[in-house]
């Protein structure tokens, strides 16, 4: 049986209003509505600021008890350390991250800045950080990390390749893991751009074809208008 998860990777959008969110629903039940329609949530406001525990248990209150979080790494770890003499702060995160969500935790997203191309040291240094009794995922913005030789390092250590939906990045589906973890930023222009329903029926075709599959997250971050919202509703459609 293969696992499907799909969201967003922003909830609180005054312009899903009367396009999603009804219009006469009060902004403070907007994420009870989300969980109503959706089975996860992309928390991505961590990139800026360090995850605050009390405010990750409250969002574990207000789900459903199917519901799964994944969380994005703080900047301060990814894009300003660059993961360099970081460890207590990377074992302070895991370490929120699983008290906040408890069993709802479902993958830890490392996401590196567009300015850093391949790096065999960095790349080491990076799977040295990562804690594996976690579902890690790693987000490349520099085309030369597509790479075999990348997959199969990160294969090794049993962290997934994130496939990302980017104007100047290949979206090719890499298989290095039983697990596939999409982002879907939009294209062109990024968080605005709306993916087409042939997009969405090729990027479906592409994951459900892939027999190691057996857990699929797919988060839509093109979420400055009412697009991202609109395609995760009807990408579900087609699983």
């Known amino acids: 049986m293969v696992n499907k998860y799909i969201g967003c990777s922003s909830f609180y959008n005054t312009k899903w209003k009367s396009t999603f969110y009804p219009e006469d629903l009060p902004q403070n039940k907007w994420f009870e509505f989300y969980c109503e329609n959706f089975d996860t949530y992309e928390v991505n406001a961590t990139l800026y600021k360090f995850p605050i525990l009390k405010s990750l248990q409250k969002w574990n209150d207000r789900s459903p ?3 799964l979080f994944s969380v ?3 900047k301060q770890i990814t894009h300003l350390k660059k993961f360099i003499d970081c460890k207590a702060e990377i074992n302070n995160f895991y370490s929120i991250c699983k ?21 065999l040291q960095l790349l080491e240094i990076i799977i040295s950080s990562i804690n594996p009794d976690f579902k890690n995922e790693i987000e490349f913005r520099h085309e ?12 090794e250590n049993q962290i997934v390749f994130c496939r990302v939906n980017h104007p100047t990045l290949p979206r090719n589906i890499v298989v290095n893991n039983t697990t596939v973890y999409v982002r879907l930023h939009g294209s062109p222009t990024m968080f ?7 997009d969405l029926k090729i990027l479906y075709h592409n ?3 892939e027999p190691r599959f057996n857990e699929i997250y797919i988060y839509f971050n093109n979420t400055a208008s009412a697009a991202g919202v609109m395609n995760a509703l009807e990408l579900a459609q087609f699983f």
């Open 65 to 67: 008890d199917h519901f």
């Open 72 to 74: 994005k790494a703080p």
């Open 99 to 119: 008290e906040g969500f408890k069993e709802k935790l479902a993958c830890i997203l490392f996401q590196l800045p567009t300015g850093i191309p391949y790096n």
């Open 144 to 155: 030369s990390w597509w790479s075999q030789k990348v997959y199969d390092r990160l294969s």
């Open 192 to 198: 605005y751009s709306n993916d087409s329903h042939d």
């Open 207 to 209: 994951i459900v074809k």
